[in-house]
């Protein structure tokens, strides 16, 4: 059975730092794209990042390049978003994705998820 659980959320004032963690089991996705979501309140679930299988390609929004990086280690079967510069309007559920069933490389589609952790950015 498959599961992804994230980690690292929580409460921070504009302008900090925060570093999600996402451990995947029950296979492995070093062959596999790996990725970020988010949804804020009454909005829906938008892309953040995504990470290819090797760590080569990373594709960020719009709204947080520059501000995010995803990384990932394979032997861990984990990946990671830093996120710094932290907005207000960046507060939302983060999720993680794994194995990449189609899409486009800035709005693809994931076929498994994780339950999400919460980040809220104060102002």
């Known amino acids: 059975q498959v599961q992804l659980v994230e980690s690292g959320g929580g409460l921070v004032q504009a302008g900090g730092s925060l570093r999600l963690s996402c451990a995947a089991s029950?296979?492995?996705?070093?062959?596999?794209?790996m990725g970020w979501f988010r949804q804020a309140p009454g909005k829906e679930r938008e892309f953040v990042a995504h990470i290819s299988s090797s760590g080569a390609g990373t594709y960020y929004a719009d709204s947080v390049k520059g501000r995010f990086t995803i990384s990932r280690d394979n032997a861990k079967n984990t990946v990671y978003l830093q996120m710094n510069s932290l907005k207000p309007e960046d507060t939302a559920v983060y999720y993680c994705?794994?194995?990449?069933?189609?899409?486009?490389?800035?709005?693809?589609?994931?076929?498994?998820w994780g339950q999400g952790t919460q980040v809220t950015v104060s102002s």
């Open positions: 994705a794994a194995d990449r069933s189609g899409g486009l490389l800035t709005n693809p589609r994931y076929k498994y």
């Open positions: 029950g296979r492995t996705f070093s062959s596999d794209f």
